[in-house]
């Protein structure tokens, strides 16, 4: 997914080490993790709160049926 930034990505560099940062909304809400920027943009590319939920959920019920827990 993309967001945008609040300015113009210059420098690639800037942001180096911020993967699986939280990307924060206009409102402070955390709504996603940050994978990569794409320079003389303001676009950072993540992935969804929505999206990391989803994925939890499915390696937790993997590992449940892997365990042979049942719900």
Not at 2 to 24: Q, T
Request: net charge negative.
């Amino acid at each position: 997914h993309m967001f945008l930034a609040p300015e113009v990505i210059k420098d690639a560099d800037d942001y180096r080490g911020c993967s699986g940062a939280p990307i924060l909304d206009n409102n402070g809400k955390f709504v996603g993790l940050a994978a990569a920027v794409r320079t003389n943009t303001k676009i950072i590319l993540g992935v969804t709160i929505e999206e990391i939920k989803r994925l939890l959920n499915y390696h937790i019920d993997i590992a449940d049926i892997e365990n042979g827990i049942d719900k």
